[in-house]
């Protein structure tokens, strides 16, 4: 009896680990797409959508005052192809960060395979008292937890890439 409630232990702990991983997992994959937002709201001549430090936005305007003296002295067409290569080589490396949010997609859908068998385990399990268990888990979790953490993540990808296909579209314009 001793040993069966070992096994049955070992077998909870088991699944709340993987509970444990699940959510971390979500956590990280959170965080990149996070970050890939942050990257692609920034606007199509590279401004960067995060407010500087005065400092930093003094030292900007200097250079683009010199900048923009040196650039009254160079011919205009000069200027249009340097702003086209520029759009040119922004939207080559907006298409490779694309192309990473595709191969992303598949980390995704495992996540979410992994949610399905974690929710249909938690209703096969038992606790020691014989009862079935039906929302709480051993990890503290709820199942309905782990549905709305993999409903948010699903959401947060597909807005990734609508924002994606967004940003792609406006560098070409440009």
Known sequence: ELKRAIDDRRQRLAFSQRVQQYFFDCAETEAWMGEQELYMM???SGASAIPLPQQVLAIQQQQQQSTQS??????PKSKTVKD???A????KKHLQLEGEVEDHAEQIR???EISRQLCSEAYETQHPDGSITHNQLISGHTTDAIVKRQMQIDKLYASLKDLAQERRQRLEET
């Open 42 to 44: 920034s606007d199509a």
């Open 110 to 112: 495992q996540l979410g």
């Open 70 to 75: 040196q650039q009254q002295s160079v011919d």
């Open 88 to 91: 040119q080589n922004q939207l």
């Open 84 to 86: 086209e290569l520029n």
